[in-house]
Nanobody, 125 residues
Framework: QVQLVESGGGLVQTGGSLRLSCAAS????????MAWFRQAPGKEREFVAG????????SYADSVKGRFAISRDNTKNTVNLQMNSLKPEDTAVYYC??????????????????WGQGTQVTVSS
């Protein structure tokens, strides 16, 4: 098991930036695939970005390509999501997730067996 704790959410105006962090502990994360999902009110949880911890390969949802960047800090065992040019439609609870190996497709919720508690991101217009 991997324990995940998110931080960094908050309220920001349209066009602003936020940086989310996910601290991972427990099972060695070096063999994990780490991802960020989000869930807006009344909507299904959706994939935002993912990263293969060992190799650092990344994937992004089309809606955030060019605006969001996922990265890892090996020294701190954290996965970060830098969010720029935020839009009101980015408003959601953001969740960190982990699983062993890269799932196919990476956006399949059922493939992830470890989840954080979520952090709220609100973008005002």
């Amino acid at each position: 098991q991997v324990q995940l704790v998110e931080s960094g959410g908050g309220l920001v105006q349209t066009g602003g930036s936020l940086r989310l962090s996910c601290a991972a502990s427990g099972r060695s994360v070096s063999t994990s695939y780490m991802a960020w999902f989000r869930q807006a009110p009344g909507k299904e949880r959706e994939f935002v970005a993912g990263l293969t911890w060992g190799a650092g390969f990344t994937s992004y949802a089309d809606s955030v390509k060019g605006r969001f960047a996922i990265s890892r800090d090996n020294t701190k065992n954290t996965v970060n999501l830098q969010m720029n040019s935020l839009k009101p439609e980015d408003t959601a609870v953001y969740y960190c997730a982990a699983t062993l190996g890269r799932p196919t497709p990476v956006g399949d919720l059922r493939a992830y067996d470890n989840w954080g508690q979520g952090t709220q991101v609100t973008v005002s217009s």
